[in-house]
Nanobody
Framework: QVRLVESGGGLIQSGGSLSLSCAAS????????MGWYRQAPGKQRDLVAT???????NYADSLKGRFTISRDNAKNTMYLQMTSLKPEDTAVYYC???????????????WGQGTQVTVSS
């Protein structure tokens, strides 16, 4: 079983910074792409950023320059550094990972339970 656990969410004032972490645990062989997504109340879940196992990154256009995704493969952990936060960044932030549990298995997608980020004006 693969488990993704996000941490680091909370309440922050507009203009502030916050860092999120996503730790993968359980029995698995390898992790390929990982990513952060967010879902505001009443809206669909949207891409924030993704990162490959080699460290190549991709960001939602509107977040480039403010958010930075990174990962530590040795710790099976992914991070999201968020700066200059705005009230519209308020959402539940979800961790996603493509994981292969055995060498012979194909990759499957897993989601964390989400962490709330609230930016006050």
């Amino acid at each position: 079983q693969v488990r993704l656990v996000e941490s680091g969410g909370g309440l922050i004032q507009s203009g502030g910074s916050l860092s999120l972490s996503c730790a993968a645990s359980g029995n698995f062989f390898s992790i390929a792409h990982m990513g952060w997504y967010r879902q505001a109340p009443g809206k669909q879940r949207d891409l924030v950023a993704t990162i490959t196992s080699a460290g190549s990154t991709n960001y939602a256009d509107s977040l480039k320059g403010r958010f930075t995704i990174s990962r530590d493969n040795a710790k099976n952990t992914m991070y999201l550094q968020m700066t200059s936060l705005k009230p519209e960044d308020t959402a539940v932030y979800y961790c996603n990972a493509f994981v292969r549990t055995r060498p012979s298995q194909t990759f499957a997608t897993y989601w964390g339970q989400g962490t709330q980020v609230t930016v006050s004006s």
